[in-house]
């Protein structure tokens, strides 16, 4: 067990809706990573947030967007759903803002139908 | 940009029969490179960190090693439970001054009783 929590596991959805993917970073950590891993494809960054703030921004489409809050968990949400967004969503969490050793959450697949 | 490649994609041993795991990166300053197992449908696990040529890092059956253009991970007498999928990734120093981490497509290893 990482420390990380995600939330849901699992998410089926149809085109055209948006959901919202939540994560918990260890204790102490300050900072939050998105990632998107399909079948095909390995771990794409998504979105860097250190203490609040968004920090680089790597693959992330238009209709995705991120926050981190104050209490440092963060929240992807991802909107007008297509079946090409269907993958498992990875969150990860660093203790500081130079992407040392990650350490990832069990992730939340979504099915987009 | 910085470029990770990971060979085999799969690799298939009989329990016992040691074998290595090869990354090869390009990277323009290497801030750390970074070693992750994944099994089916979780997280990746945090496993090692290297930092510079010559830098060696041992767990269990499992050794990583790293020169200036890839790094390797040794698998000795490996054990069914040893199967998952290795992940390699390399945080550089891009433009701009952000150390983004870049993940290879893993190799795939199944140890067969």
């Known amino acids: 067990d990482s420390g990380v929590t995600q939330t849901p596991k699992h998410l089926i959805t149809a085109t055209g809706q948006r959901v919202t993917l939540r994560c918990s970073p260890r204790?102490?950590?300050?900072?939050v990573y998105w990632y998107q891993q399909s079948l095909d494809q390995g771990l794409q960054f998504l979105i860097h947030?250190?203490?609040?703030?968004?920090?680089a921004k790597g693959n992330i489409l238009e209709r995705f967007s991120a926050q981190q809050f104050p209490d440092l968990h963060s929240e992807l949400n991802l909107s007008s759903l297509e079946l090409g967004d269907s993958a498992l969503y990875f969150c990860?969490?660093?203790?500081?803002?130079?992407?040392?050793?990650?350490?990832f959450g069990p992730g939340t697949r979504l099915t987009v139908t | 940009e910085d470029q990770v490649t990971q060979s085999p994609e799969a690799l298939r041993l009989q329990e016992g029969e040691s074998s290595s795991l090869n990354c090869s990166y390009t990277?323009?300053?290497?801030?750390?490179l970074f070693w992750y197992r994944q099994d089916p449908g979780k997280g990746p696990e945090f496993l090692f960190t290297l930092y510079s040529a010559g830098e060696e890092k041992e767990k269990e059956r499992l050794k990583a090693t790293l020169t200036k253009k890839e790094s390797f991970l040794h698998i000795t007498a490996p054990k069914p439970e040893d199967s998952a999928t290795y992940l390699c990734?390399?945080?550089?120093?891009?433009?701009?001054?952000?150390?983004?981490?870049?993940f290879g497509t893993g190799t795939k290893l199944q140890v067969i009783p």
């Open positions: 204790s102490g950590d300050l900072s």
């Open positions: 990734a390399v945080r550089g120093r891009n433009s701009g001054g952000y150390q983004k981490v870049t």
């Open positions: 947030y250190y203490n609040g703030e968004e920090r």
């Open positions: 990277v323009s300053g290497l801030r750390g």
């Open positions: 990860a969490s660093s203790v500081d803002g130079l992407s040392y050793e990650q350490y």
